[in-house]
């Protein structure tokens, strides 16, 4: 099952801070995920980590990772940061 891509208004404006070559690896990380969706056995190496309530995030590199939240027909980005950032997004849900 095909789930549809948003980008919240507070990812974009965090992902447009990235230099290009790192937008260009958000959007190849949202594609693997896309693809990988509904398909269990494809989700191991994508890292892919379960945070809290129905939020995950995926990393990009060694420091950059986006979080999201499954919803029954979309997938919504709702942030990007490194790890202590998204702790911090985390605490404010």
Do not use: F
């Given at each position: 099952m095909s789930r549809e891509i948003f980008l919240?208004?507070?990812f974009r404006t965090v992902v447009r801070e990235y230099p290009k070559p790192v937008r260009a690896e958000i959007g190849q990380a949202i594609d693997r995920l896309?693809?990988?969706?509904?398909q269990p056995h494809?989700?191991?190496g994508l890292g892919i980590r379960k945070l809290v309530k129905n939020y995950f995030e995926i990393r990009v590199g060694?420091?950059?990772r986006l979080v999201f939240r499954i919803e029954p027909e979309a997938v919504i980005f709702a942030f990007a940061g490194t790890h202590?950032?998204?702790r911090r997004f985390l605490k404010r849900l």
């Open positions: 919240s208004e507070r896309q693809a990988a969706l509904g494809q989700h191991a060694l420091d950059l202590d950032e998204v």
